[in-house]
Structures are given as structure tokens and as C-alpha cells.
């Protein structure tokens, strides 16, 4: 540290900081901590802004972290929204509706959530563009052309919840997959 060999006294550039005196007036900027005595103030300031990058870098960490979370949480609220429609769409089951329509479509299961009554069956009509057919746990419908439909008997299925898809290769995957409940 060179700067410790240099004088103290007035001869010090007004940006460099003045030594050997007491800190009547600080530099502008944030308070610095008092500094051990014969420390030179200069290494005082360079910490302080190392800490302040560092508090910098954290709050940036901590900001994307919030924006994630708070995008998180949008999209489980929407989600929640579109169970709430699918299911008050899907009928009452509790007062005896047992039959309930469902449409493939290029590449979807509408509704994807269905709430159904038990010995159920599903009116199935497909509204896309390629051949589809829909398939609760192994009980499957037939593949339907387009504009075709059909039923699917599930009064086989006990009460449960079960994944119901579409069984041409590739059209799970595609997207056409969905949540059927038999109560
Ligand atoms: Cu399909």
C-alpha cells in the first residue's frame, strides 16, 4: 500500500482520502464503519463496495427467485380455475347424471377433467381432423373417423379416478390425455 507512505496534510487531492486526520467531514456515499485506528481509510471504502456488490448479486438472486415463484403461482390458479369450469360443465353426478359428452380434437380430450356418476356412459364424438377414439383404464371405444361418433360404457369401472386417453399412436403424447372420476 503505497498510499500509507505518502504525508499526511493538506496537500492530499480532494479525491483521495485524507489521512492522519480525524473524519470531521466523511466522502459522500455510505456511512463507513469506524475504521481501526491508522487504517487507511481507502481499504475501508474498497470494502464497502465489495459488500455492496455482494448485496447486489444477492438481491438479484432473490428477485428472479420471486418472479419464479410468482409465476408459479399464476399458473396453479389457473389451473384450478379451468378444474372448476370442467367439472361444473361435467354435470352433477350426485343428481343421477350418468351420461356425459366428450370431444377429441386435434390433439385434446374436452373436457380433460370429468367428474361422472357410477355405470356411466360416455356420449363420444370426434371433432378433429384425424381418426381418434377415447380409453378409460383398457375399456376403449371404437376408433371413430372424423365427425364420427359413439359410446364408451364405463359401468364396468369401479369408483375411482382414472387417466383416459386417446390410443392412436402418438396422440397421448400429442396432448390427448385427460382425468375421469367415478364416483
Ligand atoms: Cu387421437
Redesign the pocket.
Known amino acids: 500500500m503505497t498510499i500509507m507512505d505518502r504525508p499526511g496534510g493538506g496537500t492530499t487531492p480532494a479525491t483521495a482520502p485524507a489521512e492522519g486526520q480525524p473524519a470531521s467531514s466523511p466522502p459522500a456515499g455510505p456511512p463507513a464503519t469506524p475504521a481501526p485506528p491508522g487504517a487507511p481509510s481507502g481499504m475501508t471504502f474498497e470494502s464497502l463496495a465489495v459488500v455492496g456488490v455482494i448485496f447486489g448479486v444477492f438481491a438479484m438472486v432473490v428477485a428472479v427467485f420471486a418472479v419464479g415463484l410468482a409465476a408459479r403461482a399464476a399458473d396453479q390458479a389457473n389451473e384450478a380455475a379451468r378444474d372448476g369450469a370442467a367439472v361444473a360443465s361435467a354435470g352433477d353426478p350426485g343428481a343421477g347424471v350418468t351420461t356425459s359428452e366428450v370431444s ?1 380434437v ?2 385434446a380430450i374436452e373436457p380433460a377433467d370429468l367428474v361422472v356418476g357410477a355405470d356411466s356412459v360416455l356420449q363420444v364424438s370426434n371433432d ?1 381432423a ?4 377415447l380409453a378409460v383404464d383398457g375399456v376403449a371405444s371404437d376408433m371413430f373417423d372424423p365427425g364420427g361418433s359413439g359410446e364408451l360404457d364405463l359401468s364396468g369401472l369401479e369408483p375411482g379416478t382414472y387417466t383416459m386417453i ?3 399412436a402418438g ?1 397421448e403424447a ?1 396432448g ?1 390425455t385427460g382425468t375421469i372420476v367415478i364416483e
Open positions: 377429441l386435434d390433439f378433429g384425424v381418426e381418434h377414439n386417446c390410443e392412436v396422440h400429442a390427448m
